[in-house]
């Protein structure tokens, strides 16, 4: 059974950081890509990174480029986001999302919560 956990979701003031974890397991996760997709209150999904099975390839959301990173470490089957300078518009539930193919979002994590608020 694939299993994403997520971790790492906190209140943090405008300007901090927070680290986000997602523990994989039931698949082989060094060959699958990996998603954050967030989704703010009130509003839809949006798509935030992308790292590619092996971390060597990464893309980000423009709302977000230059200040979140993601990263991955296939020995512990896990993929991280970190994230710097928060603004408010930051506050969403993040999940960690498995690319099933070709930016298939096939499968998900129960999400965590990040709010950016002073």
């Known amino acids: 059974e694939v299993q994403l956990v997520e971790s790492g979701g906190d209140l943090v003031q405008p300007g901090g950081s927070l680290r986000l974890s997602c523990a994989a397991s039931?698949?082989?996760?060094?060959?699958?890509?990996s998603h954050w997709i967030r989704q703010a209150p009130g509003k839809g999904l949006e798509w935030v990174s992308f790292?590619?099975?092996?971390?060597?390839?990464?893309y980000y959301a423009d709302s977000v480029k230059g200040r979140f990173t993601s990263s991955r470490d296939n020995a512990k089957n896990t993929v991280s986001l970190q994230m710097n300078n928060l603004k408010p518009e930051d506050t969403a539930v993040y999940y960690c999302?498995?690319?099933?193919?070709?930016?298939?979002?096939?499968?998900w994590g129960q999400g965590t919560q990040v709010t950016v608020s002073p």
């Open positions: 790292i590619s099975n092996s971390g060597g390839t990464t």
């Open positions: 999302v498995r690319d099933g193919g070709k930016w298939d979002f096939a499968y």
């Open positions: 039931g698949f082989t996760f060094s060959s699958s890509s």
